[in-house]
C-alpha cells in the first residue's frame, strides 16, 4: 500500500503524517508512506486542499487533520477491500 500525506510541510500537514504513521503502526500495516510537499506534484494528483491523505492514488482526505481512529478505519477497510 503507497501513502503519501500532501502538503506543504505547515503543522497540520505533519500531524497528519504522524498520523498516518501511527495509524499503520497500530495496524501493523506494512505502507510506503511519503510526503509530497510540491504543490505542483499533489495538484496533478488532484489534491486541491491540504493536508490531503492519498492512498494507492486515491484521495482519502483533504483539507483537514484525520485522527488516527478515522485513518485506522479507513485503511483497514481498504485493506480487507484489496485481499
Same mark, same amino acid.
Do not use: F, W
Given at each position: 500500500m503507497?501513502?503519501?500525506?500532501?502538503?506543504?510541510?505547515?503543522?497540520?500537514?505533519?500531524?497528519?503524517?504522524?498520523?498516518?504513521?501511527?495509524?499503520?503502526?497500530? #495496524?501493523?500495516?506494512?505502507?510506503?508512506?511519503?510526503?509530497?510537499?510540491?504543490p505542483?506534484?499533489? /495538484? *496533478? =494528483?488532484?489534491?486541491?486542499? @491540504?493536508?490531503?491523505?492519498?492512498?494507492d492514488?486515491?484521495i #482519502?482526505?483533504?483539507?483537514?487533520?484525520?485522527?488516527v481512529?478515522?485513518l485506522?478505519?479507513?485503511? /483497514? *477497510? =481498504?485493506?480487507?477491500?484489496? @485481499?
Open positions: 503507497k501513502i503519501q500525506v500532501a502538503g506543504p510541510g505547515c503543522a497540520r500537514c505533519q500531524a497528519t503524517e504522524r498520523n498516518v504513521i501511527n495509524a499503520c503502526a497500530e #495496524l501493523d500495516l506494512a505502507a510506503d508512506i511519503s510526503h509530497l510537499r510540491d505542483r506534484e499533489y /495538484a *496533478a =494528483l488532484g489534491v486541491r486542499v @491540504t493536508p490531503a491523505v492519498i492512498v492514488g486515491k #482519502l482526505v483533504s483539507g483537514k487533520v484525520p485522527t481512529e478515522e485506522k478505519t479507513m485503511l /483497514a *477497510a =481498504l485493506r480487507q477491500a484489496g @485481499t
